[in-house]
């Protein structure tokens, strides 16, 4: 059944699952992290304001909480899930509330092949894992295999340390960049942080707050204002808020400027988003479609193993 948000259980104290499946899901979201892996044809996917196609042996995280949908193209398509508890990610990751992977394999795989030919090996061995008897042994390598891949996660697609490309920012700037996303409430707080980080690395903010703007495509003031509204989208699906209280739970000080933000990154008003998108269970529910496959159907597939 289709719930916002959507309750992921784990059997056999596995931190893990992995199913296969062709398929369409209207918007939800979850406390999992969540890799994504086209077998066979293609999908569109909505992961927050980003609407994207992905093919054949494409590779896409969804975050923990983060709102996404899938829908089917013209083709049929089998997907790879692999969902990992957010307590178990917590307990390897412990800045995992501030932590956001940027991985997409239809943006920028070209500049960047072997970051996503080693995430497919990850992948392709952590489903041979789950195939086996999971206990034991197994289940240890089971863990092993996680920790490596969420520590190898950890680096190489860090949107605080990458942002959209391929060039990462350094190690001390991405610690103090995280730092202001995590203690940053209001503007003000992140104007006097930014200046704050200027002064410390040794450049102007106006230097500063250009290379934020190039590497992320937003400022960090659009950054946070992004980061309201997907939460504002999540209140709109999944209670009977009024836009003028969702507004002040978000961090506006005036529903105008939730209007005003909500409609550049989701191209509408939150009133008309609810109304397309939020429904009772029932109805819901019956808008999800899948079909399944053996997990083995994902070691099967071409390169994945390579």
Same mark, same amino acid.
């Given at each position: 059944?289709?719930?916002?948000?959507?309750?992921?259980?784990? #059997?056999?104290?596995?931190?893990?699952? +992995?199913?296969? *499946?062709?398929? @369409?899901?209207?918007?939800?979201?979850?406390?999992?992290?969540?890799?994504?892996? !086209?077998?066979?044809?293609?999908?569109?996917?909505? !992961?927050?304001?980003?609407?994207?196609?992905?093919?054949?042996?494409?590779? +896409?995280? !969804?975050?923990?909480? #983060?709102?996404? *949908?899938?829908?089917?193209?013209?083709?049929?398509?089998? %997907?790879?899930?692999?969902?990992?508890?957010?307590?178990?990610? =917590?307990?390897?990751?412990?800045?995992?509330?501030?932590?956001?992977?940027?991985?997409?394999?239809?943006?920028?795989?070209?500049?960047?092949?072997?970051?996503?030919?080693?995430?497919? $090996?990850?992948?392709?061995?952590?489903? =041979?894992?789950?195939?086996?008897?999971?206990?034991?042994?197994?289940? /240890?390598?089971?863990?092993?295999?996680?920790?490596?891949?969420?520590?190898?996660?950890?680096?190489?697609?860090?949107?605080? $340390?990458?942002?959209?490309?391929?060039?990462?920012?350094?190690?001390?700037?991405?610690? *103090?960049?995280?730092? %202001?996303?995590?203690?940053?409430?209001?503007?003000?707080? !992140?104007?006097?942080?930014?200046?704050?980080?200027?002064?410390?690395?040794?450049?102007?903010? /106006?230097?500063?707050?250009?290379?934020?703007?190039?590497?992320?495509?937003?400022?960090?003031?659009?950054?946070?204002?992004?980061?309201?509204? +997907?939460?504002?989208?999540?209140?709109?699906? =999944?209670?009977? +808020?009024? %836009?003028?209280?969702?507004?002040?739970?978000?961090?506006?000080?005036?529903?105008?400027?939730?209007?005003?933000?909500? *409609? /550049?990154?989701?191209?509408?008003?939150?009133?008309?988003?609810?109304?397309?998108?939020?429904?009772?269970?029932?109805?819901?529910? =019956? @808008?999800?479609?899948? $079909?399944?496959?053996?997990?083995?159907?994902?070691?099967? /597939? $071409?390169?994945?193993? #390579?």
């Amino acid at each position: 059944m289709a719930v916002r948000p959507e309750k992921i259980e784990f #059997e056999n104290g596995i931190s893990v699952k +992995a199913y296969v *499946r062709g398929c @369409q899901y209207p918007y939800h979201w979850h406390d999992t992290l969540e890799i994504i892996q !086209v077998l066979k044809g293609s999908i569109n996917i909505d !992961v927050g304001d980003h609407n994207l196609t992905l093919h054949e042996n494409d590779i +896409a995280i !969804v975050n923990m909480g #983060e709102l996404h *949908r899938i829908t089917k193209t013209h083709e049929d398509n089998k %997907i790879l899930f692999i969902q990992i508890d957010g307590c178990f990610c =917590s307990s390897v990751l412990p800045d995992d509330e501030y932590l956001f992977f940027y991985c997409c394999s239809a943006y920028h795989e070209t500049e960047a092949p072997q970051k996503y030919k080693k995430l497919r $090996r990850y992948t392709a061995l952590l489903t =041979s894992a789950l195939m086996d008897n999971p206990r034991g042994e197994h289940k /240890q390598n089971i863990e092993s295999i996680l920790v490596d891949m969420l520590d190898y996660l950890t680096y190489n697609f860090d949107f605080l $340390r990458w942002g959209y490309g391929t060039t990462p920012f350094t190690e001390k700037l991405v610690n *103090r960049l995280k730092q %202001i996303a995590k203690y940053a409430i209001s503007d003000l707080d !992140v104007q006097l942080r930014l200046k704050e980080l200027a002064v410390e690395v040794g450049v102007s903010l /106006q230097h500063l707050s250009h290379d934020i703007k190039d590497k992320f495509g937003l400022t960090f003031l659009e950054l946070l204002y992004y980061s309201r509204c +997907a939460y504002a989208a999540k209140l709109l699906l =999944s209670t009977d +808020a009024r %836009i003028i209280d969702i507004a002040m739970a978000c961090g506006f000080s005036d529903t105008k400027y939730l209007v005003k933000y909500f *409609r /550049q990154y989701f191209h509408t008003y939150p009133s008309a988003f609810r109304k397309v998108h939020r429904t009772d269970i029932q109805t819901l529910s =019956s @808008q999800v479609e899948y $079909r399944e496959y053996p997990l083995s159907h994902a070691l099967s /597939q $071409r390169n994945i193993l #390579e």
